[in-house]
């Protein structure tokens, strides 16, 4: 593109006509008006775009001339007519209004085709179709910002002073929006939208009962709440488009909030006292946006215009009228609570932020201090709870005492400063409650050297010790809810659910009476002190009616609860069970009553819906006796109902049908109110905890829809995305959207979190993987999937894994992030192996995230520590085999060192082997008997570690070693002959036989033994070993098969009479059919012939065993190793995985800490080369040709870095929701003209019916014209 400076009188804008009229304003500041404005702004925008990096791709072609000409059609929409005084400065075009702008020309900019003019073309879509768009109304904004004005002074605002200040913006923004409402409303007002006082709506019952099934039909003609949620959001802005710029939350956060909103409304229109709490509330949370009349006529009457288009005959005039007033009531409570409370909120919020916030400088001190003092926690509560309960006894002491008592005692400083002080060992010229000193750099002190509270808390309790109250418990309690008092001051109901809560703890804590004004004369002294420079008269006045608020909500019930508890606790004792029953069953019958669509969700046996009344009513005296415990079990509640996807509306009326009940089984008129007063207190915290929990992401999941779960996620912050999908906390409860898809079955959406979650997402500044999240907050994900959605590990495993799209010499770059499988959290062992190789798997303990795991363990660590506690098993073999099996061999009766050799061998084994296994055995034995672990086998109890199979031949070998220890022939020997060490001798001989046996079997134990060594051959004998494992169970059966068959026919061949001596008996017969069977039978059949009967039983049991029986085992054996053989590297790596999570429980603490700081994994591992990545991954190069990629893995997007921002919609996401959207516009379309169509056909039949001039009908005159015709023809 050519440079500015070179236009001329063919553009639009000439550098020379705006100089001339330029009256500069200081540091190039330039003030100019009207024309001169407009092509002065033009200049600096067209420069600005093309100094731009982003635009720099598509700056270099154009026609220069029409984009000016487009810029300046763009910026005369700023404003209306003559465009007023304003600065024309390069602040201007800064901030994120511009970037905004930028923005939207990129996104337009991508969709052009090379040859065209993209920055002119841009420029144009945006002067046709973009205006609207938000961030081009927030450039908008920010021009007008420039614009002088008389009070303005002269002074004109910077990029720092606005761009930082989102509601500066919201406000500007709404300033825009306010001119097309007014000029498309032409000045309309609606007197029947009350904006001076805020009143209970009072409608006729009708009325009501009419809105409310209107809305409930509403509700049912769409799929689900959520649809309907979008139907209104679509309305509202199909209706005024203007109004989009109000709304800054995602389509579908909104859309769910109006759902909620209407439908909280319309339940509570019989309630005027709730419905004005919970319109007052909306009021409050609506403060920062400029609502005003027009924009409510315009709201109001989209709603009514969607439900009279919906409903269509089916909304009654009545219902109409219900709903009008209703939305007027709404958005006039909305104004008159901005009019009326906006600044006050705003400085109480503002006021309260400061008072809790701590200078970077003063932290920096009391961290470099912290071995001479013990600073404050400044955490709101827990500081006044430390203090409170810490603090020593008020007395006087002496200067010297007091330094004394700090260098013996550093600890205790802080406390002891504030006995000092609350003890009046200050000067008499000093204010009560003041700070004594303030040093030079700002931070606060005593006289003695310490330093005063910087937080509200720790200033509270500083004064409350002034003025003699530290030790009032109370004071604890409102300190701890304070903070949600002050955050909550918009919300009426929240406001008065705190405070409900706080007096059952108030009661709980003082028995004596509760003077409130003690903790306003504190609360009041310490925000004027952390506030010293700010504090006037309006502050005072803000907290001042903010106390009397609190005050007046706590006086109505303070005193009762300790009342209410003793009779409703007499009363709950007093019902026996069958009272109980009745109750519990009455409760569900009038619930039904009052709202039938409950049923839908009480669907449980009667012994459950028992259980859960039971729990209600206990609930009810238990918040009494304990508030802290049951408040938490309250919220926890709320989250699980959260997942259930319980409807708030149907708790009200749970409640009102068990009042009414109680209420039939006592004429206590205070534990009634008890009742009632508690379980309301329980609704109201159920009711918020679910409404603050149910999120989009829970709505989609129990949906267990994928595409809804895309489209919610789609509208969280990059920084937070994986946040939404694993934790939503409500209170101190917290519930994972992710553990509950698993628990409750919802596996796609399960899939689609994980999947989610494990994609790596990458713009210009940072990388965004989710793999830290999900193991930060769930350390045992592995076992959990394991255990309850097993199908999921492939979908996890594989998103560990990224592999390079580039190849280099025939090899590829493989990322493993394998971290969490290795090192937990705190350092020490993930135990992600132990769960895999429990579950059996060998499929996925195949997987390559799973293999480089266990090599990378068994390499590191496992390999050398196993050969250890191998090398005695080894030495002990080489011994046992020399001793018993190849010294005896060598003429041991013509060498007497050789019989030495076998006698220190065999005591070798017996005095080592033996007694290191028995030690073993029996510590192990022992804790299983005492622990209790313990199996049964024919009803005795023996060692349940014994079901391993190398411990169970470790302890046949040990008793073995006994045996032979106790038949040792050369210990039978001693004293018997002159030369021993010898086998040979009289009282030997006895037990030779016995003690050879014992070392034959002890031989094949050794062995067996020694099949563990496998491991350092996986892939090989190992298998092999695995495959032999498995084969042999369809042996056994063979074997059990042909035991059956010899037992049968060798009894059989007893029972004939014959003078064959081989079938003489049962044994014989027996033996010589299995030396048939083996091939091991050497006699002639001829014999046999004087006895037919036994030849014919011998060539049957032939045809059967060898014939039929073994050709069937072959059969099964081949068809085994297939099977087996597909997976014998699995079962093979699943031992293995086995072996080296048994090992890894004794690997000492510091050879592990070694190993993981050999693994780097606090290091970024590249991508590709030169492109740093993301840390605690493992790389490795693999072939290229082993697991081809096609694409980039990585999600990579340009424009914004901010983290505060949504990621773009991905590819192909816009399709479909734009085929949604005309999907759902034609099965509109196609339900009218159904409709249409029944009516016309019904018109039909009408005009069939009716007669014509002539007296017959239709159908009889057609007949008769046609029947005319045909005679005249």
Same mark, same amino acid.
């Given at each position: 593109?050519?440079?500015?400076?070179?236009?001329?009188?063919?553009?639009?804008?000439?550098?020379?006509?705006?100089?001339?009229?330029?009256?500069?304003?200081?540091?190039?500041?330039?003030?100019?008006?009207?024309?001169?404005?407009?092509?002065?702004?033009?200049?600096?925008?067209?420069?600005?775009?093309?100094?731009?990096?982003?635009?720099?791709?598509?700056?270099?072609?154009?026609?220069?001339?029409?984009?000016?000409?487009?810029?300046?059609?763009?910026?005369?929409?700023?404003?209306?007519?003559?465009?007023?005084?304003?600065?024309?400065?390069?602040?201007?075009?800064?901030?994120?209004?511009?970037?905004?702008?930028?923005?939207?020309?990129?996104?337009?900019?991508?969709?052009?085709?090379?040859?065209?003019?993209?920055?002119?073309?841009?420029?144009?879509?945006?002067?046709?179709?973009?205006?609207?768009?938000?961030?081009?109304?927030?450039?908008?904004?920010?021009?007008?910002?420039?614009?002088?004005?008389?009070?303005?002074?002269?002074?004109?605002?910077?990029?720092?002073?606005?761009?930082?200040?989102?509601?500066?913006?919201?406000?500007?923004?709404?300033?825009?929006?306010?001119?097309?409402?007014?000029?498309?409303?032409?000045?309309?007002?609606?007197?029947?939208?009350?904006?001076?006082?805020?009143?209970?709506?009072?409608?006729?019952?009708?009325?009501?009962?009419?809105?409310?099934?209107?809305?409930?039909?509403?509700?049912?003609?769409?799929?689900?709440?959520?649809?309907?949620?979008?139907?209104?959001?679509?309305?509202?802005?199909?209706?005024?488009?203007?109004?989009?710029?109000?709304?800054?939350?995602?389509?579908?956060?909104?859309?769910?909030?109006?759902?909620?909103?209407?439908?909280?409304?319309?339940?509570?229109?019989?309630?005027?006292?709730?419905?004005?709490?919970?319109?007052?509330?909306?009021?409050?949370?609506?403060?920062?946006?400029?609502?005003?009349?027009?924009?409510?006529?315009?709201?109001?009457?989209?709603?009514?215009?969607?439900?009279?288009?919906?409903?269509?005959?089916?909304?009654?005039?009545?219902?109409?009228?219900?709903?009008?007033?209703?939305?007027?009531?709404?958005?006039?409570?909305?104004?008159?609570?901005?009019?009326?409370?906006?600044?006050?909120?705003?400085?109480?919020?503002?006021?309260?932020?400061?008072?809790?916030?701590?200078?970077?400088?003063?932290?920096?001190?009391?961290?470099?201090?912290?071995?001479?003092?013990?600073?404050?926690?400044?955490?709101?509560?827990?500081?006044?709870?430390?203090?409170?309960?810490?603090?020593?006894?008020?007395?006087?002491?002496?200067?010297?005492?007091?330094?004394?008592?700090?260098?013996?005692?550093?600890?205790?400083?802080?406390?002891?400063?504030?006995?000092?002080?609350?003890?009046?060992?200050?000067?008499?010229?000093?204010?009560?409650?003041?700070?004594?000193?303030?040093?030079?750099?700002?931070?606060?002190?005593?006289?003695?050297?310490?330093?005063?509270?910087?937080?509200?808390?720790?200033?509270?309790?500083?004064?409350?010790?002034?003025?003699?109250?530290?030790?009032?418990?109370?004071?604890?309690?409102?300190?701890?809810?304070?903070?949600?008092?002050?955050?909550?001051?918009?919300?009426?109901?929240?406001?008065? @659910? $705190?405070?409900? #809560? &706080?007096? !059952? =703890?108030?009661?709980?804590?003082?028995?004596?009476?509760?003077?409130?004004?003690? %903790?306003?004369?504190?609360?009041?002294?310490?925000?004027?002190?952390?506030?010293?420079?700010?504090?006037?008269?309006?502050?005072?006045?803000?907290?001042?009616?903010?106390?009397?608020?609190?005050?007046?909500?706590?006086?109505?019930?303070?005193?009762?609860?300790?009342?209410?508890?003793?009779?409703?606790?007499?009363?709950?004792?007093?019902?026996?069970?069958?009272?109980?029953?009745?109750?519990?069953?009455?409760?569900?019958?009038?619930?039904?009553?009052?709202?039938?669509?409950?049923?839908?969700?009480?669907?449980?046996?009667?012994?459950?819906?028992?259980?859960?009344?039971?729990?209600?009513?206990?609930?009810?005296?238990?918040?009494?006796?304990?508030?802290?415990?049951?408040? @938490? $079990?309250?919220? #926890? &509640?709320? !989250? =699980?109902?959260?997942?259930?996807?319980?409807?708030?509306?149907?708790?009200?009326? %749970?409640?009102?049908?068990?009042?009414?009940?109680?209420?039939?089984?006592?004429?206590?008129?205070?534990?009634?109110?008890?009742?009632?007063?508690?379980?309301?207190?329980?609704?109201?915290?159920?009711?918020?905890?679910?409404?603050?929990?149910?999120?989009?992401?829970?709505?989609?999941?129990?949906?267990?829809?994928?595409?809804?779960?895309?489209?919610?996620?789609?509208?969280?912050?990059?920084?937070?995305?994986?946040?939404?999908?694993?934790?939503?906390?409500?209170?101190?409860?917290?519930?994972?959207?992710?553990?509950?898809?698993?628990?409750?079955?919802?596996?796609?959406?399960?899939?689609?979190?994980?999947?989610?979650?494990?994609?790596?997402?990458?713009?210009?500044?940072?990388?965004?993987?989710?793999?830290?999240? !999900?193991?930060?907050?769930?350390?045992?994900?592995?076992?959990?999937?394991?255990?309850?959605?097993?199908?999921?590990?492939?979908?996890?495993?594989?998103?560990?894994?990224?592999?390079?799209?580039?190849?280099?010499?025939?090899?590829?770059?493989?990322?493993?992030?394998?971290?969490?499988?290795?090192?937990?959290?705190?350092?020490?062992?993930?135990?992600?192996?132990?769960?895999?190789?429990?579950?059996?798997?060998?499929?996925?303990?195949?997987?390559?995230?799973?293999?480089?795991?266990?090599?990378?363990?068994?390499?590191?660590?496992?390999?050398?520590?196993?050969?250890?506690?191998?090398?005695?098993?080894?030495?002990?073999?080489?011994?046992?085999?020399?001793?018993?099996?190849?010294?005896?061999?060598?003429?041991?009766?013509?060498?007497?060192?050789?019989?030495?050799?076998?006698?220190?061998?065999?005591?070798?084994?017996?005095?080592?082997?033996?007694?290191?296994?028995?030690?073993?055995?029996?510590?192990?034995?022992?804790?299983?008997?005492?622990?209790?672990?313990?199996?049964?086998?024919?009803?005795?109890?023996?060692?349940?570690?014994?079901?391993?199979?190398?411990?169970?031949?470790?302890?046949?070998?040990?008793?073995?070693?006994?045996?032979?220890?106790?038949?040792?022939?050369?210990?039978?020997?001693?004293?018997?002959?002159?030369?021993?060490?010898?086998?040979?001798?009289?009282?030997?001989?006895?037990?030779?036989?016995?003690?050879?046996?014992?070392?034959?079997?002890?031989?094949?134990?050794?062995?067996?033994?020694?099949?563990?060594?496998?491991?350092?051959?996986?892939?090989?004998?190992?298998?092999?070993?695995?495959?032999?494992?498995?084969?042999?169970?369809?042996?056994?059966?063979?074997?059990?098969?042909?035991?059956?068959?010899?037992?049968?026919?060798?009894?059989?061949?007893?029972?004939?009479?014959?003078?064959?001596?081989?079938?003489?008996?049962?044994?014989?017969?027996?033996?010589?059919?299995?030396?048939?069977?083996?091939?091991?039978?050497?006699?002639?059949?001829?014999?046999?012939?004087?006895?037919?009967?036994?030849?014919?039983?011998?060539?049957?049991?032939?045809?059967?065993?060898?014939?039929?029986?073994?050709?069937?085992?072959?059969?099964?054996?081949?068809?085994?190793?297939?099977?087996?053989?597909?997976?014998?590297?699995?079962?093979?790596?699943?031992?293995?995985?086995?072996?080296?999570?048994?090992?890894?429980?004794?690997?000492?603490?510091?050879?592990?800490?070694?190993?993981?700081?050999?693994?780097?994994?606090?290091?970024?591992?590249?991508?590709?080369?030169?492109?740093?990545?993301?840390?605690?991954?493992?790389?490795?190069?693999?072939?290229?040709?082993?697991?081809?990629?096609?694409?980039?893995?990585?999600?990579?997007?340009?424009?914004?870095?901010?983290?505060?921002?949504?990621?773009?919609?991905?590819?192909?996401?816009?399709?479909?929701?734009?085929?949604?959207?005309?999907?759902?516009?034609?099965?509109?379309?196609?339900?009218?003209?159904?409709?249409?169509?029944?009516?016309?056909?019904?018109?039909?039949?009408?005009?069939?019916?009716?007669?014509?001039?002539?007296?017959?009908?239709?159908?009889?005159?057609?007949?008769?014209?046609?029947?005319?015709?045909?005679?005249?023809?």
């Amino acid at each position: 593109m050519p440079p500015l400076d070179n236009i001329g009188d063919s553009g639009s804008v000439g550098s020379q006509s705006v100089q001339g009229s330029v009256d500069h304003h200081g540091d190039g500041v330039g003030l100019l008006q009207g024309e001169d404005a407009l092509a002065a702004l033009v200049l600096v925008l067209c420069q600005a775009l093309q100094n731009d990096k982003s635009l720099k791709k598509w700056s270099a072609v154009g026609d220069l001339p029409a984009f000016v000409a487009q810029v300046r059609t763009f910026l005369s929409g700023v404003f209306d007519g003559e465009w007023p005084s304003m600065y024309v400065t390069p602040d201007v075009v800064e901030g994120p209004q511009f970037d905004g702008l930028v923005n939207v020309m990129l996104d337009i900019a991508h969709e052009k085709t090379a040859s065209q003019d993209v920055l002119v073309a841009a420029m144009e879509t945006i002067c046709h179709t973009k205006m609207g768009d938000r961030r081009v109304l927030r450039f908008f904004a920010r021009v007008r910002e420039f614009q002088h004005t008389a009070e303005a002074g002269g002074a004109f605002p910077t990029t720092a002073e606005s761009g930082s200040e989102n509601i500066e913006d919201i406000r500007a923004v709404d300033r825009v929006a306010d001119e097309a409402i007014a000029s498309e409303l032409n000045g309309a007002e609606d007197g029947s939208i009350n904006v001076q006082s805020l009143e209970e709506l009072v409608m006729p019952p009708s009325m009501v009962k009419e809105a409310q099934t209107a809305w409930a039909q509403f509700i049912s003609a769409a799929k689900s709440r959520e649809a309907a949620g979008e139907m209104i959001y679509g309305a509202l802005f199909d209706s005024a488009p203007s109004l989009q710029a109000l709304f800054t939350t995602p389509r579908a956060v909104q859309a769910m909030r109006f759902m909620n909103g209407l439908t909280s409304f319309v339940t509570s229109l019989n309630e005027p006292a709730k419905l004005k709490i919970l319109v007052e509330t909306l009021g409050f949370g609506h403060l920062h946006l400029e609502v005003t009349v027009p924009r409510v006529v315009i709201f109001r009457d989209a709603i009514l215009d969607l439900l009279s288009a919906e409903l269509g005959a089916k909304l009654t005039s009545e219902a109409l009228e219900g709903w009008r007033a209703l939305l007027n009531y709404v958005g006039g409570a909305i104004i008159f609570c901005k009019a009326h409370y906006a600044a006050r909120v705003s400085l109480l919020l503002r006021s309260w932020k400061l008072a809790n916030e701590k200078s970077s400088q003063q932290v920096q001190m009391e961290t470099t201090e912290a071995k001479e003092e013990e600073p404050y926690s400044g955490e709101v509560g827990a500081a006044a709870e430390t203090a409170l309960e810490d603090a020593p006894a008020q007395k006087k002491q002496g200067r010297w005492r007091r330094m004394m008592r700090q260098r013996t005692s550093p600890n205790t400083a802080a406390d002891e400063g504030l006995a000092n002080s609350a003890g009046g060992g200050g000067s008499s010229g000093e204010a009560v409650g003041s700070p004594r000193a303030t040093d030079s750099d700002g931070s606060r002190t005593l006289k003695s050297g310490q330093y005063v509270p910087t937080t509200f808390p720790e200033m509270f309790v500083w004064n409350a010790g002034v003025v003699g109250l530290r030790n009032v418990q109370w004071h604890k309690e409102v300190l701890s809810s304070f903070d949600n008092i002050v955050q909550n001051v918009a919300n009426s109901a929240r406001l008065q @659910e $705190e405070c409900e #809560a &706080l007096v !059952l =703890r108030i009661s709980k804590c003082s028995k004596d009476d509760v003077k409130l004004s003690e %903790f306003k004369s504190c609360m009041l002294a310490a925000l004027r002190q952390l506030q010293p420079k700010t504090w006037d008269s309006s502050y005072e006045v803000a907290w001042t009616w903010l106390w009397e608020n609190v005050e007046r909500l706590l006086v109505k019930n303070i005193g009762q609860p300790p009342v209410w508890e003793n009779e409703l606790g007499k009363v709950m004792g007093c019902l026996d069970d069958n009272e109980m029953y009745r109750i519990r069953r009455d409760i569900y019958e009038r619930f039904f009553q009052l709202c039938p669509a409950g049923q839908d969700y009480f669907k449980q046996s009667n012994t459950r819906l028992h259980y859960i009344a039971t729990k209600v009513i206990e609930m009810t005296l238990n918040i009494f006796q304990d508030p802290w415990a049951v408040v @938490e $079990e309250i919220s #926890a &509640l709320g !989250l =699980r109902h959260v997942g259930y996807g319980i409807p708030t509306e149907h708790i009200a009326p %749970f409640v009102t049908a068990s009042i009414e009940v109680f209420s039939g089984a006592t004429d206590n008129n205070h534990a009634l109110e008890a009742f009632r007063w508690s379980l309301g207190l329980v609704s109201k915290i159920l009711v918020r905890t679910i409404l603050e929990g149910s999120t989009i992401v829970m709505k989609a999941v129990n949906a267990n829809s994928q595409k809804l779960l895309q489209k919610a996620i789609s509208c969280a912050p990059r920084a937070k995305r994986a946040e939404w999908m694993l934790k939503i906390q409500v209170g101190t409860q917290t519930i994972s959207p992710l553990y509950w898809a698993i628990q409750s079955g919802n596996l796609d959406a399960a899939d689609a979190m994980i999947k989610d979650l494990l994609t790596i997402r990458a713009d210009r500044e940072r990388y965004y993987y989710g793999v830290d999240a !999900l193991f930060e907050r769930h350390e045992d994900f592995v076992a959990r999937l394991v255990d309850e959605a097993r199908v999921l590990l492939p979908t996890l495993f594989d998103g560990l894994v990224w592999r390079s799209r580039h190849t280099k010499d025939g090899l590829r770059r493989v990322n493993y992030y394998i971290k969490h499988l290795v090192v937990s959290g705190s350092g020490s062992l993930a135990d992600a192996l132990r769960p895999l190789t429990a579950s059996k798997d060998q499929t996925i303990i195949s997987h390559p995230v799973i293999c480089l795991v266990s090599d990378t363990l068994w390499s590191g660590v496992v390999k050398r520590q196993f050969i250890l506690s191998k090398i005695g098993f080894l030495f002990s073999l080489l011994v046992f085999m020399l001793s018993q099996a190849i010294l005896p061999k060598l003429g041991i009766q013509h060498s007497r060192g050789l019989r030495f050799a076998i006698l220190i061998g065999r005591a070798v084994n017996y005095l080592f082997s033996m007694t290191r296994m028995i030690a073993f055995h029996v510590r192990r034995s022992c804790g299983a008997y005492r622990n209790g672990r313990l199996v049964k086998v024919f009803r005795i109890p023996f060692p349940a570690y014994l079901r391993n199979f190398y411990l169970l031949l470790g302890f046949i070998l040990t008793l073995l070693l006994m045996a032979m220890c106790a038949h040792e022939p050369m210990f039978y020997c001693i004293g018997e002959t002159a030369d021993w060490p010898t086998e040979d001798c009289d009282d030997a001989s006895s037990v030779q036989g016995r003690y050879t046996i014992f070392s034959m079997i002890a031989m094949f134990i050794h062995w067996l033994l020694l099949i563990d060594m496998a491991v350092f051959a996986c892939a090989q004998a190992f298998s092999i070993r695995v495959v032999v494992k498995h084969v042999l169970s369809e042996v056994g059966r063979f074997c059990v098969a042909m035991l059956f068959l010899l037992i049968t026919f060798s009894s059989a061949a007893a029972c004939l009479r014959h003078d064959k001596r081989e079938f003489r008996d049962l044994p014989s017969a027996a033996n010589c059919l299995f030396a048939i069977t083996v091939g091991l039978f050497e006699g002639d059949f001829r014999e046999y012939f004087d006895a037919p009967f036994l030849l014919m039983c011998i060539f049957f049991f032939v045809t059967v065993s060898a014939i039929l029986l073994i050709n069937l085992l072959i059969a099964q054996l081949n068809c085994s190793y297939e099977y087996v053989y597909a997976d014998m590297v699995g079962f093979a790596r699943l031992t293995r995985a086995s072996l080296i999570a048994d090992m890894l429980q004794a690997c000492p603490p510091m050879r592990w800490s070694r190993f993981v700081a050999t693994l780097r994994f606090d290091q970024r591992v590249e991508f590709d080369e030169g492109d740093v990545g993301l840390s605690g991954a493992l790389q490795v190069k693999e072939p290229a040709s082993l697991n081809p990629v096609m694409v980039d893995s990585i999600n990579r997007y340009g424009g914004t870095c901010s983290p505060d921002m949504q990621w773009p919609a991905e590819q192909g996401q816009d399709e479909e929701d734009r085929f949604e959207r005309i999907e759902r516009l034609m099965q509109t379309a196609l339900a009218k003209l159904s409709k249409t169509d029944k009516r016309h056909e019904s018109a039909g039949i009408d005009s069939k019916n009716t007669t014509g001039p002539s007296g017959l009908s239709d159908e009889e005159e057609e007949a008769g014209i046609s029947s005319g015709s045909s005679d005249a023809a």
